[in-house]
């Protein structure tokens, strides 16, 4: 065997376990030649060939014997030859990466027409516009993809043809009109400085370089880049037989797949078109009608169809998308692979499968990506809706969200506590902004990416948010942003799509999430398979409700903060913040816990016999507090000497007093919580007398308490002793018992290093992972 030989596969040596050395359309073309299904002879020149490619000059003469051995092997299955002036062979040249990479790369059909093949496939035929046709559709698709000739002079000619003819559809053309538009296409080619190549043999090798070439052009690059598609996978090429689909009444090309890709239903879901190509059902040339219609117009075929779909999901045990052609009345499939589908479809399908007994439970869980279920716990917008892209960024943080766009994260908070619905838009986000955040339906961002402030925040609150839509161009002081020649102002509805980085200008109709009783089986045997268990944020009775609704068996962390955010609670908040002696803090603390027993009280209930982690407080105070600007003008608007200035000059003062150059690093979580102990032991109190009112009521109530940004042991030391002091004394004084844990997150380098002594004190550790 030579050294070129490794590079070529026929159909018969090949299977579906070797699909990263024959991609995966190659290595599924492979397999079911193997289970006998009728597939059109074909072989494969790998993956590794495409390595070799880009390594050394003129490969491909390396392996060309090869190659022609390999047409012959061919030319013998399928009784015809390759060039020859009678029955002649025509092939398609394809791509075919170990993972789908649809339209990316580069395909060539009816290979081997020239002047005289041409005559020749119209006389074995017997149609001459068939034969004129597929010549006129060759030399396009050669000229564009090979030699790198625009569509657009070739379309125009098409165009120019009909007009003249006076038909509307491409195959109203007679053979005669075809062969002066193929003598056109030529002229073009050779305006372009080529002779179009009448060799069989040269097209061939010329399209196996154009296929190989395709895996590193641009679109091809950023695809791989966006879908995390190694580099050194490469593309296959696939030279199979050409069957055709329009030669007549008897013909026909289309695409199945073997499940609703919509809803998961366990029911053929296709189109075809009689006397037609794939690439007229691909284009839209014209509108292909239901696979049920195959049944009434070729029985037999359509009988043959269900049995091969049904071979083929059974074989691969997933939903397959299938593309076919029949030819003179015999169906042939041209490919098959794992199809694409909903995350709502991708749950229905997992769970029947799995009670169909064709998977197992670990396979159907495995099946339902993280992706997947992040799109049925956010709103989506409708697939039914119509809509234009505005711009494109990055999917920060999933879900959709429709509002009015605000410039202003103070301008957010005031709208969105009156109930409106907004989006916060701004070239970036920081700290100062959360309250702006909390209060949108979600946030759009000119600058930053995936782990920005306003991604990671806006992941934590649950919104979507868009990120680094760098196209639009943002002026603050007009309210205004511009993009594409459009500009969108202050109150004009938007929509952001952060499950894919679309901005949407208008109201675009949501759905809501889809949970239903499907999901839930899936869930159950996830756990069923795991080793792990999944907590879940909760910073709300609601919030609690529905993770234990989706199957959580814990709320890992319940931010504390986020409760005191709400329109009724901020004021208290800022009054707290302000007050100047301990005494009046602890006045403003007394309103706020009444306020945090009762989401305690609502989160403990929602989570009856799961644990409940609690983080105190963490931010800084000055996050509270309005901005330093924003006072200073309604400093100019209070009457000079009232007591509103007053309280206005109060919170200047100690918002400057408050300000740190980083607040991540300065004055907040459990440095907060000693030098203001009232502050901690107020939310202490919070969480016991709401676990024991709940307890007597027979709640199995287990709280978890967390102490924030903890770095030394001296710091766990005197938190612990003060929730163990608290926490016994509120049993003791409400006659209940509760069994509860004391811990930290690990979220400081200093903490980690010296995490052995922090956990003399410590219960737990909670390990934060940003992302």
């Known amino acids: 065997m030579s050294e070129a030989k490794k590079y070529i596969y026929d159909f018969s040596e090949g299977d579906a376990s070797m699909k990263i ?103 074995a035929s017997g149609d001459e516009r068939f034969a004129y046709d597929s010549y006129r559709r060759f030399i396009q698709m050669f000229s564009n993809v090979v030699l790198g000739i625009g569509n657009g002079r070739f379309e125009d000619k098409l165009y120019e043809l009909k007009e003249k003819e006076g038909v509307k559809e491409d195959y109203q053309l007679p053979a005669k009109s075809l062969k002066t538009l193929i003598a056109e296409y030529k002229d073009i080619v050779r305006s372009c400085g080529y002779d179009f190549p009448s060799d069989p043999w040269q097209q061939l090798r010329l399209a196996i370089d154009a296929v190989f070439r395709s895996w590193n052009t641009p679109r091809a690059i950023t695809y791989r880049k966006i879908n995390d598609i190694p580099e050194t996978y490469g593309t296959a090429v696939n030279v199979v037989t050409m069957v055709f689909g329009n030669l007549g009444d008897d013909c026909g090309t289309g695409v199945c797949f073997t499940r609703s890709p919509s809803t998961g239903e366990n029911k053929l879901f296709g189109e075809f078109l009689i006397n037609a190509q794939g690439e007229d059902v691909v284009a839209g040339i014209r509108t292909p009608v239901s696979i049920e219609q195959l049944g009434e117009v070729m029985p037999d075929v359509y009988k043959e169809f269900c049995r091969i779909a049904k071979t083929l999901e059974n074989h691969y045990k997933n939903a397959q998308d299938i593309e076919f052609t029949i030819e003179k009345g015999k169906l042939y499939i041209l490919q098959t692979r794992n199809g694409k589908r909903t995350a709502a479809a991708a749950v229905k399908m997992a769970v029947d499968m799995c009670r169909e007994r064709l998977i197992d439970e670990e396979t159907a869980v495995s099946r339902v990506v993280p992706d997947h279920v992040e799109q049925l716990l956010h709103p989506q917008i409708d697939p039914d809706a119509k809509y234009e892209k505005l711009a494109s960024g990055l999917p920060a943080s999933p879900g959709a969200a429709v509002g009015k766009v605000v410039f202003d994260a103070d301008e957010a908070a005031e709208l969105g506590a009156k109930g409106e619905h907004v989006i916060l838009v701004r070239p970036e986000t920081t700290p100062d902004d959360i309250h702006g955040l909390y209060a949108s339906q979600g946030v759009l961002t000119s600058h930053g990416g995936m782990t920005s402030h306003a991604a990671v925040v806006a992941r934590g609150l649950g919104k979507p948010c868009v990120s680094g839509v760098e196209s639009i161009k943002i002026d603050l002081n007009a309210e205004k942003f511009t993009v594409n020649g459009v500009t969108v102002k202050k109150g004009d509805m938007l929509s952001l799509n952060g499950s894919t980085g679309d901005v949407i200008l208008g109201k675009v109709n949501l759905v809501d999430p889809q949970f239903d009783d499907d999901f839930r089986v899936l869930l159950e045997m996830a ?39 709400a329109a009724e609670r901020l004021p208290v908040m800022q009054d707290m913040v302000i007050a100047s002696t301990k005494e009046e803090r602890i006045e403003h603390l007394n309103k706020l816990q009444e306020m945090q027993e009762e989401d305690f009280y609502g989160i403990f209930e929602a989570m009856d016999g799961l644990p409940v982690t609690i983080r105190l407080l963490d931010p800084p105070l000055h996050e509270f507090l309005p901005k330093l600007p924003e006072l200073e003008d309604k400093l100019k608007e209070a009457a000079p000497g009232s007591p509103e200035a007053a309280k206005i000059k109060t919170a200047m003062a100690r918002a400057i007093e408050l300000r740190e150059v980083n607040p991540m690093l300065g004055f907040r979580g459990c440095r907060l919580g000693m030098i203001y102990p009232e502050i901690y032991e107020m939310q202490i109190r919070a969480i016991f007398n ?9 709640t199995d109530v287990k709280p978890d308490i967390m102490m924030p940004l903890v770095a030394t042991q001296e710091e766990m030391k005197r938190l612990r002793e003060m929730v163990d002091t608290i926490g016994p004394e509120t049993m003791k004084k409400m006659d209940c018992e509760i069994k509860y844990l004391v811990g930290t997150m690990i979220e400081l380098p200093r903490a980690a290093m010296v995490a052995d002594q922090i956990a003399a004190y410590a219960q737990f550790f909670s390990l934060e992972q940003t992302t």
């Open 21 to 123: 050395l024959l991609g995966g359309k190659g290595a599924n073309l492979a397999q079911m030649w193997k289970i006998g299904l009728p597939v059109p002879p074909g072989f494969i020149i790998t993956t590794e060939a495409c390595h070799k490619y880009w390594e050394e000059n003129d490969f491909i003469s390396n392996i060309w014997e090869d190659v022609k051995s390999a047409v012959s092997r061919v030319e013998a299955l399928a009784g015809k030859k390759f060039g020859a002036k009678n029955n002649p062979l025509l092939v398609s040249v394809r791509s075919g990466a170990p993972v789908s990479m649809p339209g990316m790369m580069d395909t060539v059909l009816n290979l081997g027409l020239n002047d005289e093949t041409v005559a020749a496939l119209a006389d």
């Open 527 to 565: 756990d069923k398979v795991s080793d792990l268990q999944v907590w879940a944020n909760a910073d709300t009775p609601d919030d609690a409700r529905r993770a234990r609704n989706f199957g959580a068996k814990g709320v890992g962390l319940c931010r504390t903060e986020h409760m005191f955010m």
């Open 690 to 698: 709401a676990a024991c009112r709940l307890t007597k009521k027979g």
